[in-house]
């Protein structure tokens, strides 16, 4: 079992920065890919970013590639979402989600299957 817990949302300008963070409790961390997904009103949920368990590996969405940066500290079973140059349609609610016993990443939301309970990130003009 794996309780997620995201921090770090809010809002901000236009061509600003923020960090997302997502604590994890649970043993099983150190050995889960993590992924990142967010939700738009009235849009489905779609993926963000994802980081193998040891960190060595990341993937990114096309929207996203070179602005944000996924990283994780297995030491303090934390992953974060480093968030720079947001636009407007970067607005949503960032959820972070645990591939447990799976090292690599996946960019389906069904391959997760631990979920946290969401951050909103609203970027204004």
């Known amino acids: 079992q794996m309780q997620l817990v995201e921090s770090g949302g809010g809002l901000v300008q236009a061509g600003g920065s923020l960090r997302l963070s997502c604590a994890a409790s649970?043993?099983?961390?150190?050995?889960?890919?993590m992924g990142w997904f967010r939700q738009a009103p009235g849009k489905e949920r779609e993926f963000v970013a994802a980081i193998t368990q040891s960190g060595a590996g990341t993937d990114y969405a096309d929207s996203v590639k070179g602005r944000f940066t996924i990283s994780r500290d297995n030491a303090k079973n934390t992953v974060y979402l480093q968030m720079s140059s947001l636009k407007p349609e970067d607005t949503a609610v960032y959820y972070c989600?645990?591939?447990?016993?799976?090292?690599?990443?996946?960019?389906?939301?069904?391959?997760?299957?631990?979920w946290g309970q969401g951050t909103q990130v609203t970027v204004s003009l």
């Open positions: 649970g043993r099983t961390f150190s050995s889960s890919a």
């Open positions: 989600a645990a591939r447990s016993r799976y090292y690599s990443t996946s960019t389906t939301s069904k391959a997760y299957d631990y």
